[in-house]
DNA sequence: AAGTGGTCTAGACCACAAT
DNA sequence: TTGTGGTCTAGACCACTTT
């Protein structure tokens, strides 16, 4: 299932496994073409070129720069499902942690964080917002809001899907507008089950992917 | 960050905001114009409309039918991580799961399949091919490479990622090339430590978000 | 200034579904 | 046949980077 044997591929995707099988020729970071001259080589359009490239950037194949040019991308990175941070996991890949704070402040918990952190409507919330870097590129947007009188958390429910870069996530994560995301949520509780805090990050589905560990509940 | 706020936003980005508003207007299921008489209505061009209505069936607020229209999307399903199937929790939303066996048989272990099974290359390895289904729906495909040889799993390692659907999954999922997909690939193992299977699912990241509950390792 | 990627347009043509 | 979404084109113009 992983080739397109079957169904009747569109053009934009013949040009996307020409240009995949280029990459592979290449090494991370060597530039490929431009797209004007991509279009002029394949005997296409540019933006028929362009969807395709938009694509590779979406599975983490070609970093796009603008005003530069396109490049070969690196290998993602992994981390693992847990409570506490992943810059371990980064570490062991060789690559170098980091986070920079964007924003720190309290807000009045709306109806929706009144019921995820136990707190009447309008009370104090600490919320943080920041950005988690991997070797200094932008690697997730991370937005935690805190119930300030809650213990430690013990237990979370972690919650993966996919999303779409917005424009101001795009800004951060230097992607792209409509870029496919891994989004991330996590609601901590402590071991009495008090809500603790609750967290929403938003990946980069090119940079980024989840690794856990399973046991087999029933046998 | 879930708003555009602090970026200059592309039309066809506050396009699709206008349009998200009209899906809350609307129940699941509703129609919502056609993309000529949106781009007239919105003065834009059918390309931009297109771009925005694109990226809201990416994420599973709208659903596109060629030939006949484009819907207001239900909710998306979850499923827990575990090793099992996920039939249960389906249930537990009211969804009716199914299944449907696309291709089963026996292939010759190339090197990547030698590795994670623990097999000789040429060796015989079963592959069963499945389409997963909820109310009827394509959900995902499914396919499991197993050791013949092997005992009942008792762990596993999963990843999860982003990823595109080629012109094949596109077709069996009922969604489009390109569109947003949640790659989860799972390693079992016997307790002891015997390779067991490898199966690679490709859900659709419109209809699917997965859920898991943590512990926090280290107190 | 020149070259790159990013957005947007207006239109042609195709494929599918309903009438 | 008509209306829908799907693909593709050729080009304009903008934003960013480098020279």
Redesign the interface.
């Known amino acids: 299932?992983?080739?397109?044997?079957?169904?009747?591929?569109?053009k934009y995707?013949r040009v996307k496994e020409q240009l995949l099988e280029l990459t592979r020729t290449l090494g991370p970071d060597a530039p490929i073409p431009a797209e004007r001259s991509l279009a002029v080589a394949l005997r296409t359009s540019r933006t028929t070129v362009r969807?395709a490239l938009r694509?590779l950037a979406?599975?983490g194949r070609l970093d796009r720069v603008h005003g530069k040019g396109t490049f070969v991308a690196r290998p993602?990175v992994?981390g693992t499902?847990?409570?506490?941070s992943c810059a371990e996991d980064l570490r062991a890949q060789g690559v170098e942690p980091g986070a920079r704070t964007l924003d720190v402040g309290r807000v009045a918990a709306d109806e929706k964080l009144s019921g995820l952190l136990g707190v009447g409507v309008g009370e104090p919330v600490l919320r943080v917002?920041r950005l988690l870097l991997a070797d200094g590129e932008p690697l997730a947007?991370e937005?935690t809001h805190r119930n300030p009188g809650a213990g430690?958390?013990?237990?979370?429910?972690?919650?993966?899907?996919?999303?779409?870069a917005?424009?101001?996530?795009?800004?951060?994560l230097h992607t792209d507008?409509?870029q496919?995301?891994?989004l991330v949520t996590?609601h901590s509780r402590t071991a009495d089950g008090e809500p603790v805090d609750w967290v929403?990050s938003?990946y980069r589905?090119?940079r980024?992917?989840?690794?856990?560990?399973?046991?087999?509940?029933?046998?």
């Open positions: 299932m992983t080739t397109d044997a079957g169904a009747r591929a569109p995707y969807r694509e979406g599975e993602k992994y499902l847990r409570l506490d917002e947007v937005t430690h958390a013990a237990e979370g429910e972690v919650t993966v899907e996919t999303t779409l917005t424009p101001c996530e795009a800004t951060l507008v409509g496919p995301m891994l996590r929403r938003v589905g090119a980024y992917r989840f690794v856990t560990t399973l046991l087999r509940a029933t046998d």
